[in-house]
């Protein structure tokens, strides 16, 4: 029998935690207002009853000469922030997933410094990039930009790199902050990229950007290559004097379990609303992709004075809340079951008045989240542009291959990169590819149409050579 805990002696452990490791107060005090809404009953469901469909949202394309122009005249006041937390843990890796090859020897974080430096020299803006770090990411992150050949550095001394704040996991049984002696580092976890907020104003980077004529953000997910600072998308930020600006693109049915944008029933503000947010019972509801038609690319436009003012004197959002459940260690699939408390950054959506959305080609939202994702943007199918952005082949016409990889065989990087010795085959003109077991590829291999492949259980296939599939 778990002996029971009372909500304040839990909230007191987390707190005497979260100070003991040097965390500011505005951490503690977001943490705190979490840890408070899941003792009092975890995550708030957002019922279909509370929401009305979004309707029509503008399309990117509308006005969008005329908006680049604008974008383009107030280019020195735009940053570009990249959330940088990942590690990559789903595919095996144990360093940022920002390090991982994506073009022959190029990085994703190597690419969004390329395209930060062809920004900087087409337009002559300062563009500061800054990578929101988590303490999982960081080390290996400042590493990767010291042993960069050609020195990056912002203007007005901001630094390239912050870092999020990190929270203790909680046991599932009792709430109480987790331990793991052997593995301390094992016992926190990132808040979830709300903690964006929170975070540039706690290291003082929020005030610089205002002080230094930064007046506006682009924040992205560093694996999505897809997100660039459009001109025209900032240019509708700007000439709509707007605190918020989502990018949202059309929910299909590979996407009808993911997050999904709503408009509040009684105020009419957008919201966005996640699978946990979803009560069990509407859960066809929330897939039905009719009613709920777009889905945030979590690429999103900020007016950072906004944002200033609406973290007031606490220093945080109040973000609707997403408890996950995970294993106290990752790899250990028999560890302890606790809670991480997140929030997610796109959520804000809902707490500023005037916030809109745009709809964006689906090329905005590209993220590499499986192997699969890897093969595609690493093959012909994709290409790099003369800003060094990477885009699907012209002839694709917007729409990537469906690749699908047997995850017992390449779900895990060193798994996938000894089946493709020699790099990705040719995808430029495959439909979709679906490999089936234990199937390595040769040099010179080109997939054109829909090829699935397999290989029968316990034995190994090795594809010939300058093979065209389907054969």
């Not at 991480?340 to 950054?345: D, G, I, S, T, Y």
């Not at 005037?354 to 994702?373: H, L, N, Q, Y």
């Not at 017992?408 to 439909?431: K, N, Q, V």
Request: proline share 7%; net charge negative; glycine share 10%.
């Amino acid at each position: 029998m778990i002996p029971s805990t009372s909500p304040s002696a839990v909230i007191e452990a987390a707190v005497r935690k979260m100070a003991a490791d040097g965390a500011d107060d505005a951490a503690i005090a977001a943490f705190g207002a979490n840890l408070a809404r899941h003792l009092a009953g975890g995550n708030a469901f957002l019922p279909e009853a509370s929401l009305a469909e979004v309707g029509g949202i503008p399309r990117a394309d509308e006005d969008a000469e005329e908006l680049a122009e604008t974008g383009r005249a107030h280019a020195g006041e735009l940053a570009i922030v990249k959330l940088n937390g990942g590690l990559g843990t789903g595919m095996g890796l144990a360093k940022a997933k920002s390090l991982l090859r994506v073009r022959g020897e190029l990085t994703f974080l190597e690419l969004i410094l390329r395209q930060v430096e062809s920004l900087r020299g087409k337009t002559g803006g300062g563009f500061p990039l800054l990578l929101m770090d988590s303490f999982s990411t960081d080390e290996d992150t400042l590493a990767a930009l010291a042993a960069r050949e050609k020195p990056f550095r912002n203007p007005a001394g901001i630094p390239a790199t912050f870092r999020q704040h990190r929270v203790p996991k909680l046991m599932a049984d009792t709430n109480l902050p987790a331990g793991s002696p052997a593995s301390p580092g094992d016992e926190w976890c990132p808040p979830g990229h709300g903690d964006l907020y929170c975070a540039l104003a706690a290291t003082g980077i929020l005030r610089k950007l205002l002080d230094n004529g930064f007046r506006y953000a682009f924040v992205s997910n560093a694996d999505n290559l897809g997100a660039t600072a459009d001109p025209a998308l900032f240019g509708r930020m700007v000439a709509r004097h707007l605190p918020f600006l989502m990018e949202a693109t059309r929910r299909t049915a590979a996407d009808r379990k993911g997050g999904h944008l709503a408009r509040d029933r009684k105020t009419g503000r957008l919201v966005l609303r996640e699978s946990a947010q979803c009560p069990p019972e509407e859960a066809e509801a929330f897939q039905d992709i009719a009613r709920h038609a777009y889905f945030n690319t979590n690429n999103v436009w900020l007016d950072l004075g906004a944002v200033e003012e609406a973290l007031g004197d606490r220093g945080f959002l109040h973000l609707p809340l997403i408890a996950n459940r995970k294993r106290l260690r990752p790899r250990e699939p028999d560890s302890p079951e606790v809670f991480q408390l997140e929030n997610a950054f796109g959520a804000a959506i809902g707490l500023f008045g005037g916030a809109e959305a745009v709809e964006v080609p689906r090329s905005r939202f590209s993220p590499v989240k499986t192997t699969g994702d890897l093969l595609t943007v690493r093959s012909d199918a994709c290409e790099l542009d003369g800003m060094n952005r990477l885009r699907l082949a012209e002839c694709r016409r917007g729409v990537p291959p469906r690749v699908s990889l047997d995850p017992a065989h390449f779900a895990m990087l060193d798994d996938f990169e000894a089946r493709f010795p020699a790099g990705a085959p040719s995808l430029i003109a495959c439909t979709s590819l679906t490999v089936q077991g234990d199937v390595t590829f040769a040099p010179g291999i080109r997939c054109e149409g829909e090829v699935s492949l397999s290989a029968p259980p316990g034995q190994k296939v090795r594809l010939p050579a300058n093979a065209l599939l389907p054969v």
